[in-house]
């Protein structure tokens, strides 16, 4: 059984680019969640999709955006990146949103 | 608004102590917990899920506890080691929503 995965490891973007994280879900699963950790900090919701569709979204602007594939692979899209966007990026998957397993995070850097 | 706190923030414990980290939050009315472990710069581990409906999990050494109608939970570590040495998360999914709520985690060392 394939666990969660997440391209890239780490990324170095300039202020004001766009970027785009994926994330592999785990055999089986069919919500993808994502996740912002700033250092220090506890991760922060950004939104869930399920069988392709949003259905959930947590205080994040809408220049954070996703998709969810067929095969429920999903996809993080941040435009216009700010300094504080700078942060580790986790993907998660389930099955009907139950337990939540993580993928090992993408570090997104901009300066 | 689901507000999740864990005590203490960091923790040094010398190898074979027996340990208990604590969450609190601010809506009993969740669908489940999850305890995680994180090492540095690393994803997420999910360590142990506890449903509503029940009171305590176990894994091995790992006993998580919860109650609901006060808002805690406790991760209880038996016989700690060097390896534990880690973040310790909780998170709570409430019943109205999908997302998890974290804590800050605990910071946990265990010297040898």
């Known amino acids: 059984e394939t666990g969660v995965t997440q391209s890239p490891t780490h990324l170095i973007k300039t202020r004001g680019q766009q970027v785009t994280l994926r994330c592999s879900s785990q055999s089986g699963h069919n919500t993808v969640s994502w996740y912002q950790q700033a250092l220090g900090q506890g991760p922060q919701f950004i939104f869930q999709?399920?069988?392709?569709?949003?259905?959930g979204r947590g205080n994040f602007p809408p220049r954070f955006s996703g998709l969810q594939f067929p095969n429920y692979s999903s996809e993080l899209n941040v435009n216009a990146l700010e300094l504080d966007d700078s942060a580790l990026y986790l993907c998660?998957?389930?099955?009907?949103?139950?337990?939540?397993?993580f993928g090992p995070g993408t570090r997104l850097t901009v300066t | 608004k689901q507000e999740v706190t864990q005590i203490p923030a960091a923790l040094s414990v010398p190898e074979g102590e027996n340990l208990v980290l604590n969450c609190s939050f601010t809506d009993s009315a969740i669908y489940n917990l999850q305890w995680f472990r994180q090492d540095p710069g690393k994803g997420l581990t999910s360590l142990l899920l506890i449903q509503s409906s029940q009171r305590e999990q176990t894994s091995g050494r790992l006993n998580a506890s919860l109650d609901k109608s006060s808002g805690r939970s406790t991760l209880y570590i038996a016989a700690s080691q060097p390896g534990d040495s880690a973040t310790y998360l909780c998170a709570v999914r409430s019943d109205s929503g999908y997302a998890l709520n974290f804590g800050k985690g605990t910071s946990l060392l265990v010297t040898p």
């Open positions: 998660a998957s389930s099955y009907d949103g139950y337990e939540q397993y």
């Open positions: 999709y399920y069988r392709e569709e949003e259905n």
